[in-house]
T-cell receptor, first 115, second 113 residues
Framework: AQKVTQAQTEISVVEKEDVTLDCVYE???????LFWYKQPPSGELVFLIR??????QNEISGRYSWNFQKSTSSFNFTITASQVVDSAVYFC????????????FGKGTRLHILP | ETGVTQTPRHLVMGMTNKKSLKCEQH?????MYWYKQSAKKPLELMFV???????ENNSVPSRFSPECPNSSHLFLHLHTLQPEDSALYLC????????????FGQGTRLTVV
């Protein structure tokens, strides 16, 4: 079965704090892609990162960083020094390589950054 | 601005109405998608078009009818909907199917009364 679990439904942190959003996935495929998208109040999902299953290297982009660990089937997302503009719903998603039109989204984590 | 435009942004319709949602992309993408986002449920992929051909229909009820006249435009025709169909309907496009990065529109907030 293919599944993406974002156990944190809602998180609130004070501005400038660091926050980590968890993503755990299940798949029997050895080749797959993982994504993170941000959905601000305006509605559109904004692409943040794509990672294929053979690339476990962690990535940093400004205040954003991602920790991909195949051993625990996790692809966690950390925002450092959070800002109010980071407030949004964040989705983790999985695409199995052999069913590349079967993208599976987690339920999302609503992040509130308090001023 | 993601390059994917959806109209209308909000729609209220009765259960006996017929309406259409429109999606337009000027990114030169070949694949377009309809998603449904309901409260407290994961995003659900409804339809996939690749080079104007429908490649996926995830058991969507026939009261939802997609149309893709060209690779830049995608429609979702609605008729005799139910209140549980109220949701945010998101359109997306990607250069090719599946694992390519998808660009999303802002969605149409649909309320069925």
């Amino acid at each position: 079965a293919q599944k993406v679990t974002q156990a944190q439904t809602e998180i609130s942190v004070v501005e400038k704090e660091d926050v980590t959003l968890d993503c755990v996935y299940e798949t029997r495929d050895t080749t797959y892609y993982l994504f993170w998208y941000k959905q601000p109040p305006s509605g559109e999902l904004v692409f943040l990162i794509r990672r294929n299953s053979f690339d476990e290297q962690n990535e940093i982009s400004g205040r954003y960083s991602w920790n991909f660990q195949k051993s625990t089937s996790s692809f966690n997302f950390t925002i450092t020094a959070s800002q109010v503009v980071d407030s949004a719903v964040y989705f983790c998603a999985l695409i199995p390589a052999n069913r590349d039109d079967k993208i599976i989204f987690g339920k999302g984590t609503r992040l509130h950054i308090l001023p | 601005e993601t390059g994917v435009t959806q109209t209308p942004r909000h729609l209220v319709m009765g259960m006996t109405n017929k309406k259409s949602l429109k999606c337009e992309q000027h990114l030169g993408h070949n694949a377009m998608y309809w998603y449904k986002q309901s409260a407290k449920k994961p995003l659900e992929l409804m339809f996939v078009y690749n080079f104007k051909e429908q490649t996926e229909n995830n058991s969507v009820p026939s009261r939802f009818s997609p149309e893709c006249p060209n690779s830049s435009h995608l429609f979702l025709h609605l008729h005799t909907l139910q209140p549980e169909d109220s949701a945010l309907y998101l359109c997306a496009s990607s250069s090719d199917r599946g694992s390519d990065v998808a660009f999303f529109g802002q969605g149409t907030r649909l309320t069925v009364v």
